[in-house]
């Protein structure tokens, strides 16, 4: 998957580096904060929000270049398989290809219930680069009932490391901006890019 524009290393997320200063503007419902530790001292950090709309609806907008345009970026094309993924801009003019898009690729989906993504390239000045290969981000698809799904996006691979913590905690702005975004798309409609990029509601 290739996004240009969040959640690098960890996929869904690096898609809001571009706009992370806007968080509050996002925030329609509030996120909630995960974490555990594996049996082998890892920590794992998460992030949940509630949606309302269905798990279809909500895999639609992760899964399909529509669906992505609606709350992520205005620039994305999709190639939904594994393998496949996002390629994103913030730059609305973007094609596919340019230099500085995000790309995300699938590493693994169950439909409607989960999605693996790996950030490949993130956008220029993006804060260590370096570690991308390290990091990856699993989004889970759970049915509240018919009319509302709760979406919980993971962090996997951080180290107790300073560039891992300092990234980590990028990640839970963006993480944040992201998934209020998401929640937004479905209260109030597709996202008019055009008005958000321009200094927001």
Do not use: K
Request: glycine share 10%; charged share 20%.
């Amino acid at each position: 998957m290739v996004i240009r524009g969040t959640h690098a290393g960890v996929a869904v997320l690096a898609l809001c580096l571009g706009l992370g200063s806007c968080a509050a503007m996002a925030q329609a419902q509030e996120v909630e904060q995960l974490r555990y530790e594996t049996l082998e001292g890892e920590d794992v950090h998460g992030q949940s929000i509630v949606v309302p709309a269905s798990r279809a609806e909500v895999w639609r907008a992760f899964t399909t270049s529509d669906g992505v345009m609606a709350w992520a970026a205005p620039f994305a094309r999709v190639e939904s398989e594994v393998g496949g993924g996002w390629e994103s801009s913030y730059d609305p003019a973007a094609q596919v290809g340019d230099p500085d898009n995000i790309r995300i690729r699938f590493l693994a989906w169950l439909p409607e219930r989960m999605l693996a993504m790996q950030t490949v390239d993130a956008p220029p000045g993006f804060l260590h680069p370096e570690l991308l290969p390290e990091l990856s981000s699993v989004v889970l698809f759970d049915a509240v009932d018919g009319d509302r799904t709760r979406v919980t996006l993971y962090g996997v691979g951080y180290r107790d490391a300073p560039d891992h913590q300092e990234l980590l905690e990028t990640f839970r702005q963006g993480n944040a901006w992201t998934l209020g975004m998401l929640h937004r798309r479905f209260v109030e409609g597709p996202v008019d890019w055009s008005t958000l990029l321009g200094g927001g509601r």
